[in-house]
């Protein structure tokens, strides 16, 4: 099974430097937050999915 991932916290005010670094503090949020997001809509076509439809 894959490890379910945590919702991502955003940065708070003063993590973010402001001096364009790669990957800035936003870019590796952004990316987690994707991540996430992502998982979450999977495991949530796979509970449909095994909900019978009764339609």
């Known amino acids: ?3 379910l991932l945590e ?3 955003p940065p708070t005010e ?3 430097c402001d001096s364009a670094c ?3 503090v936003w870019d590796t ?3 987690a ?3 996430w997001r992502l998982q979450q809509a999977e495991l ?3 509970q449909e999915k095994s ?3 009764d339609k």
């Open 14 to 16: 003063n993590e973010c």
């Open 22 to 24: 790669t990957p800035c």
């Open 51 to 53: 909900i019978p439809n």
């Open 33 to 35: 937050r994707k991540a």
């Open 44 to 46: 949530k076509e796979q």
């Open 7 to 9: 919702k991502p916290e």
């Open 1 to 3: 099974m894959t490890e």
């Open 29 to 31: 949020y952004y990316a």
